[in-house]
């Protein structure tokens, strides 16, 4: 397809000097120039392929004689090809066949008449346009009435076959979803072959945009006036949205890069780039939080005198799937691939052969993560028009699978190519010349349920500073990531790029690993990991915490909630009850302490802590939390004052009918009285038992009188100073509820209800 080869040419070739003619000195020479120079002028300049300049001169034309075929002919074709605006040659097409001719002159000024020529572009406007009749009407006229030696017969057939599987594609649309991503990342400029990385934050892509600077203003390519190609990257933030893209440090305003692929750990970049006519692959390094200077590539065989135009590797960098045109293959560009041998050294370059290369053009391949899959595009008979991505799988005898399109609406009728995809495969970007784009090629990204990877390691990691601050390119944080168990022939070793604290790794199956984190120099944590040797998909995760932890504990009065100065607070051993430090608070109510500095995130952290203070209730409580990304452990406590009289908030305890011994559920109550008198030596507490309604008073009065006993007891074992705890029995004379039975009063409460009667409460009675 002519237009694609504008396109890639457009890619590939250097900035030239134009030095013939100018734009200024074009735009000069239009003022008196007659009608046959002017004619002449477009001509030459079509032919050369100066379509930004040819165009002026015919705008200048139709100025002369707007209804003229010949004129709208020129007009149509230079916006279709050289634009690649399908809506807008339309409208100049339709006039300029209204009048044909097979032998149209292009250089006479008396040429009324448009080349038959136009009947094939305006069928190609309507296939763009997914007008099937339309464009198969316009292919068959042309080759019914164009010279039989038109080189364009060949290209209006193929466009007929492409439009039956357009047709069919169509009519069976695949569960994909298309969308543009945007003017974040695209412009009414072209923006094109975008490389996603595996995890799918980060996309690399060309843009002929303008410098901010205006500084690769005077280096715009001669043929189509547009600005040189830099290769930009954008990031996804947390919402995943695209940010505003970022020109890479190698990129030369006098010259043109173009992105082609990024190794998994996008530690390096590969780029075309043509500084010798023939077209060649360079690499950037990324190291010191920059990609470094390109360098040509050196793998044997890979870059010769002719045009090598894309490349891909495998995460495992044993594999490298490339296009060139060199002599020897099926037809015009194929894709041929070299692997790395046990000495270290890459094998001769093989074609992949008739399965995958056909006599028309195969471009951009991209291998998948499982080494199995390869996307890549091409313009043969199974394509819907132009350029179509397909996909095949390689089995376990190396055998490559027949190439299947991807359908609509993943492919189109224009160009789709340079296709990459996210680790599972299930979201992938391309560029696309299509409708309701924003400039001549857009990027889109494509989401589906049905190219997933399968059997998928993963690592995900991140770092984090404790303190909550946001990691910065001055941060040294490095990442070291080796696999234990691989064969010994095999890079066991890779250290993956940071980006924003966060970074991704794919791991090889069925193997053990060890994760490095170094800080400014210093290993600071080590981690072991295995991959699973099932079928299924795997995301592992690591993180680093940076920072030291700090300890905050805050004491407060329980009523007015204001922070109180002088709380003494003591940090026990919760295995023997042994002081390890103490502190009292200041003026703020609060102690801050460093004794967790030293602790990793996921450490243990397992204290008692005692808070007391005079005219309060001294109280312990147990702290056991596991650290976590959280810089700083607070703890904070209210304080109860123990005024006389005040009732202990705790439960009272119960006993069964007609006993007075202590049951199991009374015992707990009554340790939790034994903990605060024992925190408390000055706490002097009365108890007070009571019986429902049940028997006599008097017996009743006994009874409660046992059940005072049997608690008092119980406390006064196990305290210091026994006499700090004295009780009375009060029989059934305080009941909690309606609940009576004396006399010839009968009860009908449930035993539940009697139950609440027969208690012990406690209450201080001295707090000296």
């Known amino acids: 397809m002519k237009s694609f080869k504008l396109f890639v040419l457009i890619l590939i070739l250097p900035i030239l000097s134009f030095g013939q003619v100018t734009e200024l000195e074009v735009r000069e020479m239009i003022q008196n120039a007659g009608e046959q ?134 009519a069976h649309p695949k569960t994909a979803i298309v969308k543009n991503i945007g003017t974040a990342v695209n412009t009414d400029k072209p923006e094109y072959s975008p490389v996603v990385s595996l995890d799918g934050t980060s996309l690399y892509f060309t843009s002929r945009r303008e410098w901010a600077d205006k500084s690769s203003n005077n280096f715009r390519d001669p043929l189509l006036n547009d600005f040189p190609e830099d290769i930009f990257v954008s990031y996804q933030d947390f919402k995943g949205e695209w940010t505003a893209p970022t020109k890479l440090d190698f990129c030369d305003n006098e010259l043109n890069e173009a992105t082609i692929a990024v190794s998994s750990d996008e530690r390096q970049i590969y780029v075309y780039q043509d500084l010798t006519g023939g077209g060649d692959i360079y690499y950037s390094d990324f190291d010191d939080n920059k990609f470094e200077e390109l360098q040509k590539l050196r793998h044997k065989d890979v870059n010769t005198s002719f045009w090598e135009t894309h490349c891909t590797l495998t995460p495992d960098g044993q594999n490298m799937y490339f296009v060139s045109d060199r002599p020897g293959g099926f037809g015009g560009r194929d894709i041929y691939r070299i692997v790395k041998l046990p000495n270290g050294e890459w094998s001769e370059a093989q074609n992949m052969g008739p399965e995958i290369n056909t006599e028309f053009d195969e471009e951009s391949p991209y291998i998948a993560i499982n080494n199995k899959t390869l996307y890549f595009s091409s313009k043969g008979p199974k394509s819907m028009g132009g350029f179509d991505i397909f996909v095949a799988y390689r089995d376990d005898l190396n055998n490559w699978s027949s190439p299947i399109n991807l359908g609509y609406p993943i492919n189109s009728p ?70 234990l168990t691989c ?90 009850g042994s002081n390890l430090l103490s502190y009292t608070t200041g003026e703020n109510g609060k102690i801050e302490s460093d004794y967790i500095a030293e602790k990793n995130a996921g450490d243990n952290f397992k204290v008692d802590v005692k808070i007391s203070k005079k005219g309060y209730l001294t109280q312990t409580y147990n702290v056991d939390v596991t650290l976590n990304s959280s810089g700083t452990l607070q703890l904070d406590y209210l304080l109860q004052k123990s005024d006389i009289g005040a009732l202990i908030k705790i439960n009272p305890i119960f006993f069964d009918l007609d006993k007075s011994n202590i049951r199991a559920d009374a015992a707990i109550e009554l340790d939790k009285i034994v903990k605060i008198m024992n925190e408390n030596p000055e706490i002097v507490i009365e108890l007070g038992s009571h019986t429902d309604c049940r028997a006599s008073k008097s017996y009743n009065k006994s009874l409660s009188g046992r059940r005072a006993v049997s608690s008092a007891k119980y406390i006064s074992k196990r305290i210091s100073n026994p006499k700090r705890i004295f009780g009375k029995g009060f029989g059934e004379s305080q009941l909690v509820n309606d609940c009576g039975c004396e006399g010839n009063v009968k009860s009908d409460c449930s035993e539940e209800e009697h139950q609440a009667n027969r208690r012990t409460e406690f209450k201080i009675v001295k707090n000296s």
């Open 37 to 170: 120079q002017l004619v002449v002028e477009s001509s030459r300049m079509m032919q050369e392929r100066f379509f930004f300049l040819s165009e002026i001169i015919v705008d200048k034309l139709l100025t002369i004689k707007p209804e003229s075929a010949n004129y709208n002919y020129r007009k149509g074709f230079l916006i279709l090809d050289g634009r690649q605006d399908f809506i807008g040659a339309m409208p100049y097409l339709e006039k300029a066949i209204v009048n044909t001719d097979k032998n149209y002159d292009l250089y006479s000024a008396k040429e009324e008449s448009a080349a038959i020529d136009a009947l094939y572009h305006l069928g190609r406007c309507h296939h763009l346009n997914e007008n099937y009749d339309k464009a198969k009407e316009y292919y068959n006229l042309f080759i019914e009435e164009s010279s039989k030696k038109s080189e364009l017969i060949k290209e209006a057939q193929l466009r007929i076959t492409q439009l039956d599987v357009l047709k069919y594609n169509m």
């Open 414 to 483: 224009g160009d789709d190519v340079f296709y990459t995809t996210t680790v599972d495969g299930l979201r992938g970007y391309l560029s696309s010349f299509r409708k309701g784009g924003f400039g001549e090629k857009d990027i889109y990204e494509i989401q589906n349920d049905y190219l997933g990877n399968r059997a998928i390691s993963t690592l995900k990691g991140a770092i984090v500073n404790i303190d909550g601050s946001p990691c910065s390119a001055e941060d040294d944080f490095k990442v070291k990531i080796e696999c």
């Open 487 to 576: 064969d010994a022939n095999t890079d066991n070793v890779s250290l993956p790029r940071i980006k924003n604290c966060k970074y991704f790794s794919v791991l090889r199956r069925c193997e053990d690993y060890r994760i490095t984190y170094y800080a400014d120099g210093e290993e600071v944590q080590t981690e072991l990991i295995s991959t699973l040797c099932s079928s299924e998909n795997e995301e592992l995760k690591s993180k680093y915490i940076h920072g030291k932890y700090s300890l905050i504990v805050t004491t407060a009065e329980e009523n007015t909630l204001e922070y109180m100065a002088g709380v003494e607070i003591d940090f026990l051993d919760p295995k023997d």
